[in-house]
């Protein structure tokens, strides 16, 4: 006779109807967009924005979907001549919603100012939560977020760098004394919280020649230092080397972040072409 005091050996009725909810919100839940860090140096965050409005812009007319989280007081807003009203720290205390703080730059190009909320990251574990968890609901719907970040808030990239890390992470190589230990200090910076495959380097007001010194000598040191693989993406007043950075960095994306180097890792470098 069955024994109807006992079970069937196996998961308890109430854990079936757990799990098809929760392959229902994956199903339905929007695919997560690419995430692209771009590092700027302490100094440097509002220097000139409008490589940064073009960078954007050049996504959008390649028909991505695109948010740029401007967490760097960059002033990306401006260089558009649009009028930023609010940071998501606004949207946070409740001075206004959160569909608000988002700037509409063209149809497939929103921006959203996130400085003030950045800095209150800094206040602890649930700051940090909050400031991921605002900045992904907003980036819903998005193909890429364009993560706009001081270097001293590296601890940021772990939130959305997923489980295989970043394939790529844009750093601003600007002109100046100290540009070699700038661009290593971010690299290195960066490489403490996430894992990534390429640093695609952007040379601002320096000409073709010192760029390309430049490049060499970090290039060398990252390797041999950090194990870091770089890659030379040009000059940001160069528009066709924009767009070039641009298609490379969407290919490797819908790519699933394939790695494109050798398996000997810092010993590579690359130039976008």
């Known amino acids: 006779m069955l024994d109807r005091a006992r079970r069937p050996v196996g998961r308890s009725p109430r854990a ?3 799990d098809q909810a929760a392959g229902l919100r994956r199903l339905f839940a929007p695919p997560e967009p690419h995430w692209l860090p771009i590092l700027l140096a302490p100094g440097r965050e509002a220097a000139d924005p409008r490589w940064l409005a073009q960078f954007a812009g050049a996504w959008a007319e390649q028909g991505a979907r695109t948010l740029v989280v401007d967490a760097a007081r960059a002033q990306v807003g401006a260089a558009f001549g649009l009028r930023v009203r609010y940071d998501l ?7 206004c919603r959160p569909a608000e703080v988002c700037v509409q730059a063209s149809e497939n190009l929103r921006i959203l100012p996130a400085a003030r909320a950045l800095d209150q990251n800094r206040r602890g574990p649930e700051a940090a939560h909050r400031f991921e968890a605002g900045v992904r609901a907003l980036a819903a719907g998005a193909d890429c977020a364009l993560l706009l970040l001081p270097t001293t808030h590296r601890a940021v990239l772990a939130g959305f760098s997923g489980a295989k890390g970043y394939s790529d992470v844009i750093v601003l190589a ?3 004394p100290d540009a070699d230990s700038r661009v290593l200090e971010a690299i290195g910076a960066a490489l403490s919280a996430a894992d990534i495959d390429t640093f695609r380097l952007l040379f601002q007001g320096m000409d073709s020649a010192c760029a390309g010194s430049l490049y060499s000598r970090v290039a060398a040191t990252a390797a041999r230092g950090l194990g870091a693989r ?5 000059n ?3 528009s066709s080397a924009i767009r070039r950075l641009v298609r490379v ?3 490797r994306s819908t790519r699933g972040g394939e790695r494109a180097r050798s398996d000997k890792r810092g010993t590579a470098v690359e130039t976008v072409s």
């Open 89 to 95: 720290a606004h949207a946070f205390n409740g001075d």
């Open 249 to 251: 960095v969407r290919c």
């Open 230 to 234: 770089l890659s030379d993406a040009g």
């Open 174 to 176: 600007a002109a100046g």
């Open 16 to 18: 079936i109807p757990q």
């Open 236 to 238: 940001v007043d160069d």
